[in-house]
């Protein structure tokens, strides 16, 4: 960035400012699903016919079915 009398000006990054302070415990599954029955609970609350319901099956069924997002 330059100003108007053209000088250089360094801006510092804020990335990396919180490195380290999130450690994953050994033995974690990050893919493991965090709430299983999810599925039975929009199904439940808005109907199996409802828009979230068919989007939230057929995702169900693409990961079930080992495809990529």
């Known amino acids: ?3 108007s009398k053209s000088k250089s000006v360094t801006r510092r990054s804020i990335f990396g ?3 380290g302070t ?3 415990p050994k033995g974690v599954d990050l893919t493991e699903p965090v709430w299983p029955d ?3 609970y929009i199904d439940d609350k ?3 016919d409802s ?3 068919v989007l939230f ?3 169900v069924k693409k990961y079930n079915a080992g495809e990529p997002n």
């Open 57 to 59: 099956a057929a995702a």
């Open 51 to 53: 828009e979230l319901g």
């Open 38 to 40: 999810w599925e039975t």
């Open 22 to 24: 999130l450690s994953i």
């Open 17 to 19: 400012c919180m490195k």
């Open 46 to 48: 808005f109907g199996p």
């Open 1 to 3: 960035m330059k100003t």
